[in-house]
């Protein structure tokens, strides 16, 4: 059964069965954390739309939330009316409560990769994964979601990035769902990136995002109930149905200016641990050390600082720096 498949796969059990039907539909579990939802009729405003949580490890709350999503699937209370893909990113970081097992599995998402290992294998999976499905599903519009936590507390609880890319620009409603689904920020990126949103966008040319909602949690600490605006947005786009919007004006956008990168041992960030992001530094503030590339000071004007981790394998990013721009027109 598929309310089954999440516990099966957090114990390592193989599902007993590869597909089953649904009140509206049915189920293929192509292979570990990979699950498609087919409905027995495609609404006329469906997308394609790619789900995918558990990238990193220890961010449960997005896991929770795909779990409710399927409860209610399978209960009948959501009327499946659109293709929908289901990955758990890394499944054996998320048994073992960490980010990632070798390296981040959410900078590997490059056509041709060459690395070898438990996390770009995986990544070549969901590549491939991800390849099918926008192949079988091309006369849909599509879109994907990567859904997240973040490591720290923020100023904007829930936000969202989205992954640069020449190619794409965001549809304004794509702007009005986050907007009426809690998210309260937007963060464009300023250049490739190599997660598993900017895949979706750079090759396929779908809408993407990675969505941020709250903070990593074991299981259990996740406070769903302020991602229940997310998960009517989640669920409109699985019945097939455009979702409703709310102003985009009410989210705050940034753009990225700076990305800083740990280029040796000897690195530090030289603010507080328990800094949110979205904090705002004054010009001239120093915010990271490093013994090859020297100091890092805040320019002429205040910027703020978003993902901040002293700890990333060095050549990894350590930071973004950015500053508030207008809200698109
Ligand atoms: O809180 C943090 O420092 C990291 C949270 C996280 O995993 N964020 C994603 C963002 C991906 C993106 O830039 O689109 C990541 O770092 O992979
Ligand atoms: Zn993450």
């Known amino acids: 059964m598929l309310d089954n498949w999440l516990d099966q796969l957090l114990d390592d059990v193989a599902p007993s069965s590869d597909h089953g039907r649904l009140p509206f539909g049915h189920y293929r579990i192509h292979g570990p954390g990979i699950l498609e939802l087919t409905p027995n009729q495609t609404l006329p405003d469906a997308r394609a739309c790619v789900l995918s949580a558990a990238v990193h490890g220890n961010e449960t709350a997005p896991v929770e939330l795909v779990g409710e999503l399927l409860a209610r699937l399978e209960a009948g209370l959501v009327r499946l009316g659109a293709p929908v893909l289901i990955l758990i990113g890394n499944p054996p970081a998320l048994r073992a409560g960490e ?73 304004s409603s794509q702007w009005q769902w986050l907007s009426r689904a809690g998210i309260q920020a937007v963060l464009h990126q300023h250049c490739h990136s190599w997660t598993f949103s900017h895949y979706s966008r750079h090759y396929h040319g779908t809408q993407a995002f990675t969505l941020e909602l709250g903070r990593v949690a074991p299981f259990g600490d996740n406070e769903l109930g302020a991602l229940r605006p997310m998960r009517a947005l989640l669920e409109a786009l699985t019945e097939g149905h455009e979702p409703p919007g709310a102003p985009a004006n009410a989210m705050h956008f940034f753009r990225v200016e700076h990305e800083l990168m740990r280029q040796s041992e000897d690195f530090v960030l030289c ?59």
């Open 271 to 329: 603010f507080d641990e328990a800094t949110p992001n979205f904090n705002e530094f004054c010009p001239g503030e120093c915010l990271a050390r490093d013994a090859k590339a020297g100091d890092y000071v805040v320019g002429e004007h205040p910027q703020r600082v978003v993902f901040p981790n002293a700890k990333v394998e060095i050549g990894a990013r350590a930071a973004l720096l950015v500053v508030e721009v207008a809200p698109p027109a």
């Open 99 to 171: 980010r990632f097992i070798t390296t981040n599995l959410n900078r590997l998402f490059k056509r041709n990769l060459t690395a070898s290992g438990e996390e770009p294998d995986r990544a070549r999976t969901l590549m491939a994964a991800v390849d099918d499905f926008f192949a079988r599903h091309a006369t849909l519009p599509a879109l994907h979601f990567d859904l997240h936590t973040a490591i720290r507390d923020s100023r904007y609880t829930r936000f969202a990035v989205e992954p640069f890319t020449e190619q794409v620009t965001t549809e």
